[in-house]
């Protein structure tokens, strides 16, 4: 997550008018189930896992639990099945796709994103990548599995993203071939790193760019030990303060897709090998993805979300 470089040329946003705001119809509560997340998220991150590199034997241990996961869950494939091969500086990935059907609006999506690769072995020494990112992962399959219970009325795509941490690559080949036309995808949520708040901030990154937003996230029940903050997407601000194209939504939003990307500060784990499960506070972690469910149904139960706003050129990051 975070990457130092990446650079979005010719970024654009569609625009359009807002008319009377949207208001979500009342969300029914859901409880998180923090025993699985941890049970997912230390299944991810376990040496056996080998860092989950990107083109390595651990990713692809990772992707095959993942798609295990998604088919438990209850999600349907693609016609092409559950995975999406890609080619990216000439290593082969595979992003996992998995979908709910809407009742109401099934040609309106939400694309729900998390990457699961990580660093893998470097100098002898696993990096694990517990917060980077199996937390985001396991908060996918979490959310994947309460949507069983509560179908939703838009349609809803859970992507499990490949190559994040070698630049964006499974994300830039998803938007480049994605199975729905992306001006029927209304909003991608992105969880990356959403474990480890250890100064107890949940930051809720792109509502600068799309304001229709902010109101939805205000009415979103307050999760005990979280604060949430808006902010990293100030336009005028260049490099690790702006987050905006630092992990997968960039590759949404530079397509026009709105986006509403959540993820804590780095930490002191942050692409170390320390980065473990154990160093995990489960309740925190829990209150995280409950907002991220939250957030999910509030869009689902608008009658007509839209949150494509006027045009914002956002600045490219470069590496210092």
Request: hydrophobic residues 45%.
């Amino acid at each position: 997550m975070k990457l130092w470089a990446f650079v979005v040329a010719g970024l654009t946003l569609a625009g359009c008018a807002y008319g009377a705001p949207i208001v979500a119809q009342q969300v029914q509560p859901a409880p998180v189930n923090v025993e699985r997340l941890m049970t997912d998220v230390r299944a991810l991150s376990a040496d056996e896992m080998e860092g989950r590199g990107f083109g390595q034997p651990g990713g692809d241990r990772a992707r095959d639990y993942v798609v295990a996961a998604f088919e438990a869950a209850g999600l349907e494939p693609l016609a092409s099945g559950w995975l999406k091969p890609f080619t990216a500086r000439g290593t082969a990935g595979e992003n996992v796709v998995g979908v709910v059907r809407g009742s109401v609006n099934p040609d309106q999506w939400i694309v729900v994103t998390a990457h699961y690769d990580h660093e893998g072995i470097q100098n002898g020494q696993i990096y694990n990548g517990a917060d980077d990112n199996a937390s985001g992962t396991a908060a996918l399959i979490e959310l994947a599995r309460l949507l069983r219970d509560h179908p939703p009325r838009q349609s809803v795509m859970f992507v499990a993203l490949d190559g994040e941490e070698a630049g964006l690559l499974g994300a830039r080949a998803f938007v480049a071939d994605s199975p729905v036309p992306l001006d029927r995808v209304v909003l991608n949520i992105n969880l990356d790193m959403v474990a480890r708040g250890d100064n107890g901030i949940l930051w809720v990154v792109g509502t600068r760019l799309y304001p229709a937003l902010i109101p939805v996230i205000e009415g979103l029940p307050q999760q005990p030990g979280i604060e949430r903050r808006f902010g990293y997407d100030d336009p005028a601000v260049r490099g690790r303060n702006n987050w905006v194209n630092l992990s997968d939504q960039a590759a949404f939003h530079a397509r026009g897709v709105p986006f509403v990307f959540f993820s804590v500060d780095d930490h002191g784990d942050y692409h170390q090998p320390s980065d473990d499960a154990e160093r995990i506070d489960a309740a925190w972690y829990r209150g995280a993805v409950q907002t991220a469910w939250e957030t999910l149904m509030a869009v689902d139960r608008m009658d007509n979300p839209q949150f494509r706003g006027s045009p914002v050129g956002v600045p490219a990051t470069t590496k210092p």
